[in-house]
């Protein structure tokens, strides 16, 4: 199956790109690894228009790509394409402190999803731990849900957030309506937890709470790893894209969390520009997403350096291969650590273990090698054509849930 | 400065760890030369089948040496004595493998009562009961610290300017780097792993064909390998190519390797891969390393195409007999360098 432009990832980037692309007139196809469209923000969101012209091809994981290009993807074969654009979003950032292997411990955005897909979580008590905007979201959708949220714990400064909202105000009525969802939620700054026990988490305070489950978001890493495989440049851990968002890679676009995390309206304003410049259309000139507001952002919840040393030696810090501090601390580059105790080894390929060994150790997890996605060892054969896809567009405008 | 060491070995793979820990219990001082991550080159690419070969005195030696070190060796190294399965797709190939040493022969039923994964309608198979499995990058790095080896970074360009009583060449597919004239080609091989299946096979398994495989000449070829990780993970194998020097993928190697190693174990099809992986095997025209003097005090220990981890340690005996003067434990000769030029 041949498309004038590919679209990967159907989150607010990768939307707003397939919207902007199809006033050209091109075919354009757009595959996202989740059952319907909307990303990390409006996952499970009744209603979104996908755009006449689009064919979307939900829960399709790439895998790997070869040049001029041809995608290959689980579980619907190869897909072949002149142009790309990559709107990979981002996960969340994990640190290790005691006791966050344990259940009753998620991830602030996976706990979100979870509730968003239906797990049950009324009269929970929850503490919301971690840094940055994204706390306040996953707090007003799990009371919403019912839960009773023990309090947020946000590890940056009150002083550092209060002047941050007055750097860009035009942020300030959503951080009100999500605190107006959240009366009578302590809000602490500049607080973090140390230690989770079953049904108990202790703060840097010295506090301990009584909760059933700890929701932790530090953070997001951006999904680079496709833009990788291709070989587009980073910088810094980000994708380096010009005006017209072009990577450094002929015919690769990127859009969203990927060049650099600065939330939905950056996202949706890149995948404008993606959209429209990969398909040959004028580019708007104005931006209001600059650099300096993800830098501003970055830098309001730079992470505390005692978060980076809350794990004891017993502390598991590769999940998979149940790798522990004490036996990675002693190594000094990511390669030889990897090899004696296979940390980054294991099914998630380094994907939760390498932004942690970066931030403990200063180590660059780079290996970056097809399957990027664990897929059926039958699905590395596959080269036919996908089959159309059973729904028309006008079903897939309106994803339920099953 | 401190003393000259008594020898330098150029190689921090599998192979020089094993003759620095062979030559250090032996007093000598060893410094070891690498350009790269200790047990990073085709040591870290390898299955880690400790496996005899028919014939070949060097690896019936190196077993034994495998079975004497496994209860010194650290938890980590995944030392599993969990035996071969040489498979047997037709009665022909049942037949030839009654010939092998020291096998226990299985019938179709034993087969399968074996491996119920295997797919119908094989004719049965010959179980090697001694071979085993290894995490090599481990050992590798548990015999640099039993030998106290000084390990040196850096690349070496040349032999000459390195000063000690004797100076060992490990360098195994790059040698030709060094030495262009010795008769060594790089043979590119594939690997992938699963995730975690335990239970789905229990012996490592590879077709009787696989001895055509590696020992014959022809560019590409596939045999049936697979290997059940202590882990509960699969490592399939395996490809062979000559000419191809890049480390990416080949996919139609990939595919070939796969659709091959399907036929023999269906379920293999629906098992999730984690990862992909190429490596370097280092080729002699017969298959054998290159193991002794080469000229003056430059003795080589190389060539060990898809074996080096198993004969490791026997290299590492032959190696430590010559330079120290002692009698071998076996007949150097089938591995002697001379024997391709004189
Ligand atoms: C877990 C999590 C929860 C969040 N919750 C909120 C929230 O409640 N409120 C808020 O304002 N912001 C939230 N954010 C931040 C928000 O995601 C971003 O601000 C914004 O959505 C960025 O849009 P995007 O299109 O760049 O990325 P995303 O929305 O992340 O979309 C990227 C899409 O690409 C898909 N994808 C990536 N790789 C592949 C592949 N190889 N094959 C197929 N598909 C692929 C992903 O599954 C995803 O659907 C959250 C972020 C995360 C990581
Ligand atoms: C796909 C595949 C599967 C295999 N499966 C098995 C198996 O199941 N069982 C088995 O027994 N064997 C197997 N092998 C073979 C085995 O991996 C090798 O024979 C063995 O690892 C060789 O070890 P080595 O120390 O000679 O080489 P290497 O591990 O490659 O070590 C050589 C070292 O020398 C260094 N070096 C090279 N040149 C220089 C220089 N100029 N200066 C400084 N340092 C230098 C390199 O950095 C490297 O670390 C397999 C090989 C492959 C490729």
Redesign the pocket.
Known sequence: MTFDVAILGAGPAGLAAARAAARSGKSIVLIDDNFAPGGQIWRGASQIELPSGVRFYPQTRLFAVDPGFTLHTEPLGTIHTTTLILATGARELFLPFPGWTLPGVFGAGGLQALVKAGADIKGKRVLVAGSGPLLLAVAATLRKRGARIAGIAEQANFGTVVSFLKKYPAKLPQAIALRARLIGVPYMTGVWPTRFEPRQVTLSTGRTLKIDYLACGFGLVPNTEVAQHLGCRLDDGFVAVDSRQRTTVDNVYCAGEPTGIGGLDKALEEGERAGAAATGQPVSRKRSHTGAFVRDLAATFALHHQLYSLAGPETILCRCEQVTHATLAPYREWRDAKLQTRCGMGACQGRICGPIVHHLFGWTATSIRPPLVPVPAASLLTTETPPEPENDRSDNAHPSNP | MTPSPDVVI?????????CAYELAQAGARVEV???????????????????MLDGDELSRLSLDLWHALAKDLPKQAEFWNCGTIWIAANDDELNAAKTKPGVEMLDASQLYQAEPNLRPGLAGGALATRDS?VY?PVV?RWLLEQAKAKITS????AFDTLHAGAVIC??????P??LPNLPIKP?????VITDRYPRLVHHQLVELGYLQSAHGDSNESVAF?V?PRPTGQLLI???RQYGVETESIDRHMLHRMLRHAFEYLPALRDCNVIRTW?????STPDKLPLIGRLRDHLYL????????????LGTAKLIAAEILGRTPPIPPEPYRPERFHG
């Open positions: 150029v190689g921090a793979g599998i192979v020089g760890a094993a030369i690498d350009q790269s991550t200790p047990g990073s080159g085709a040591t870290a690419a390898g299955m880690g089948h400790l496996v499995v090599a590798t850096a690349g070496v360009t490990a360098t195994g597919a790059l040698t780097k060094l043979r590119k091989g594939h690997l390998n290997q194998g395996s490809s190429t490596g370097f095997r280092a220990a190389t060539g060990h195409e898809g074996l080096g981890i198993t004969t490791s």
